[in-house]
């Protein structure tokens, strides 16, 4: 019996670190961010509002089953040296002459993801195909909101390099569950985004600024939190999951100073901002004229569906 409660717990800790943004915050992000959305695009988008939320992880379940999506969702900085934005070409042509397909893939593509998925969005307009609008734009988001993350930005992703591991699932899922229903979503109306591929540096940019203070915090609260107390457990349909306790959480979600929330407004407003400039970008479609209502459950990822619950992760797992 106790051979067995170990395992459960073995694998109810792997599902706090496998998930980026947790599916909990991804959904969160990509709901909220229909409400950045201007009159003209705003009732097609709430009218799909399930189908939005819901696809949002759609990136994550294609990990399950394409081993080439791994790398889609982060960068290793520190790959490219002591000051990476300065030695990483931005366009993705210059990068391959400088580094080669095989390296770039390797160290990640998040930043190209954000732009290849923005110009298939623009081009979705253009065809007015209410479904691959909804696809994009759900994936879209979720790179965005990857992109957002501190831990997509450095090579030390999940503390593995520093006796943190776990700390990936901790910032990402852990925290936003516990806390975000008191964040403040507000973030204003969504803006036209000059040059996309510019705009996904700026957020990875931003991200690598946070990803030192995020791991010398953690490490100073595990050195003066009781042992004891750091960890918790809870049995849900007969599996016993290992978490950090909802005391350590706090402490270490005050230390960061709100950048969980600052972090996931930022996300939101990107979203939809990159929404909204892809609908410019195509000419402003009448999207009252769209396909209005599509059923949620549509699906063209069935065997990334099934693939998924059997619970086996194509490449890099702690993403």
Not at 174 to 195: M, Q, W
Request: aromatic letters at 14%.
């Amino acid at each position: 019996m106790l051979k067995k409660i170990g395992l459960a717990v073995t694998l109810g800790g792997l599902v706090l670190v496998c998930s980026s943004w947790g599916f909990f915050a991804h959904k969160r992000i990509s709901r909220m961010a229909v409400f950045t959305l201007p009159p003209e695009m705003i009732h097609f988008y709430k009218n799909n509002l399930t189908f939005i939320t819901e696809h949002s992880v759609d990136p994550d379940k294609k990990r399950y089953s394409d081993p080439a999506e791994g790398t889609r969702h982060f960068l290793d900085s520190e790959r490219y040296g002591a000051s990476p934005f300065d030695s990483i070409p931005m366009k993705w042509k210059d990068a391959i002459a400088k580094y080669s397909v095989d390296t770039l893939n390797l160290y990640g593509t998040v930043p190209w993801q954000i732009e290849r998925t923005y110009y298939a969005l623009v081009k979705a307009f253009e065809q007015r195909d209410s479904i691959r609008i909804l696809r994009l734009s759900s994936n879209i988001s979720h790179y965005i909101s990857d992109a957002h993350v501190p831990l997509h930005a450095t090579w030390n992703y999940n503390g593995q390099l520093t006796n943190q591991t776990g700390i990936h699932g901790f910032w990402e899922s852990r925290l936003p569950e516990l806390f975000s229903d008191h964040y403040n979503f507000f973030t204003g109306k969504a803006r036209y985004i000059e040059n996309p591929l510019k705009e996904a540096w700026q957020i990875l940019k931003q991200s690598h600024h946070y990803k030192d203070t995020v791991f010398i915090i953690e490490a100073a609260i595990s050195k003066t939190f009781p042992s004891d107390k750091k960890y918790s457990y809870s049995e849900r349909n007969g599996v016993v999951t290992r978490q950090y306790s909802r005391a350590y959480s706090k402490a270490f979600h005050d230390a960061l100073n709100g950048m969980v929330e600052e972090r996931m407004r930022s996300a939101i407003l990107e979203t939809g901002s990159y929404w909204y400039s892809a609908w410019v970008d195509a000419g402003q479609p009448n999207l009252n004229q769209f396909k209005s209502h599509i059923d949620p459950e549509e699906k063209t990822g069935d065997k990334d569906d099934k693939l998924f619950r059997k619970g086996k992760v194509l490449g890099r797992p702690d993403l």
